[in-house]
Structures are given as structure tokens and as C-alpha cells.
């Protein structure tokens, strides 16, 4: 009868593999990589503590300078300069005074007529 038909066989020089660099294979392995790093980055960083402290760091206690003596740390600033797009929610958040604090110290303070450049108390 007939010659039989084979299927040609794929060798590693096969003209479609020709000419390819191996880093258009490598290529997406180093994408799995960025994203998974990525994630990692973003997972700890809301695990965390968030005041520069690591987790398991009690946030109270911090070493002393070798001169022995304790810096005395500032509780912020007093007054807050409002920007644009800022309400007073955010501002609390922002500079880790309680809303119920700044609503207290502030009486006057109507959160619709916030203008940018505004000066806010925090604290006395």
C-alpha cells in the first residue's frame, strides 16, 4: 500500500523554537516572583503596627540613647494647617488625635465650610 505518515518529531532546533531567547520563558517566572513578593510586602505591612515598631515590640518601651538619659518625646504638633479634600476624620487619623478630641477643643469647627489653610487645634 502506501508509505505510512509520521508525525515529523520535535527537536530542540525545531524552526519554531529557532531564534528564541530563553528569557521569553524566564520571563513569566519573574512575574510569579514580583507578584508574590509583592503581596508578601503588602500583608506584613498591614500586620504591622504601623508606628515604625515591629509586632512583636512592646510600643511603650524603647531603648535609651547610650547617654543613659530618656529623650522626652513630643506629643505632636498643637495646631494642624488644613489641606485640600481634608475632613475632620481624617485629620484625626492622619495626626492620631481622636475625632471626639479635636471636636472638643475645636467647638466652632463645622465640617462643611473646612477651607484649605485653616488652622485646627489638637491639643492645649
Not at 23 to 46: D, E, G, K, N
Not at 49 to 54: E, I
Not at 94 to 112: H, S, Y
Request: hydrophobic share 35%; proline share 11%; glycine share 10%.
Amino acid at each position: 500500500m502506501g508509505a505510512r505518515l509520521r508525525p515529523p518529531e520535535a527537536t530542540l532546533e525545531s524552526p519554531s523554537m529557532a531564534g528564541r531567547s530563553p528569557a521569553r520563558f524566564l520571563a513569566p517566572l519573574a512575574l510569579v516572583a514580583v507578584v508574590i513578593a509583592l503581596f508578601m510586602v503588602v500583608t506584613s505591612s498591614l500586620n504591622g503596627t504601623g508606628d515604625g515598631t515591629a509586632p512583636n515590640q512592646a510600643s511603650g518601651t524603647r531603648a535609651t540613647p547610650s547617654g543613659g538619659k530618656a529623650k522626652r518625646h513630643r506629643k505632636g504638633p498643637r495646631r494642624y494647617r488644613v489641606k485640600p479634600g481634608d475632613t475632620p476624620s481624617s485629620i484625626a487619623e492622619k495626626t492620631g488625635v481622636p475625632l471626639d478630641e479635636i471636636l472638643r477643643l475645636n467647638p466652632d469647627l463645622d465640617p462643611q465650610t473646612l477651607a484649605p489653610g485653616q488652622r485646627i487645634k489638637l491639643r492645649q
